[in-house]
């Protein structure tokens, strides 16, 4: 199949629907700072070896599509991606800080899902049931 992975010991397909929000739901997510974290999160999936596509939602919320290797637990993925976009993104946005109290950026908790069969089109595939939610 094409949207199998080969490693150097198994093959796989397992790939993730994270959602994750500003704390508070403040809604400070700009395009500006969208461009930012999407560059951001790319570079941390290459160095961790995932796949990944990323979306800001209504500015104060991040979906982001994870293909990932089975030696990697859900729990770890989400805390790189939270941990490293936050410290990251409160060097080169210092002045949010203040809009958030305690300074954190994200909320503790998160949101996943598997996405099953969908292998690296899921970008699409969520805008294309985005889509449908709205209209139906």
């Known amino acids: 199949k094409e949207n199998l992975i080969h490693s150097r010991t198994c093959v796989y397909n397992i790939n993730y629907h994270v ?19 999407k560059e951001l999160v790319q ?25 990932a290797p089975p030696k990697l637990s859900v729990t770890d993925i989400v805390k790189y991606l939270k941990g490293i976009t936050g410290r990251k993104f409160f060097e080169k946005y ?8 305690k300074g954190q950026l994200w909320n503790h908790s998160y949101y996943v899902e598997t996405m099953v069969g969908v292998g690296r089109k899921y970008p699409t595939l969520y805008r294309a049931s985005e889509q449908i939610l709205l209209e139906g």
Request: net charge positive; aromatic share 12%.
């Open 43 to 67: 570079k941390i999936a290459s160095d961790k070896v995932l796949g990944s596509s990323f979306e800001v939602g209504e500015g104060d919320h991040i979906h982001c599509f994870v293909s």
């Open 94 to 101: 210092p002045a949010i800080r203040q809009k958030l109290w």
């Open 19 to 37: 959602v994750w929000s500003v704390k508070y739901r403040r809604k400070i997510l700009s395009a500006e700072i969208e461009t930012y974290l």
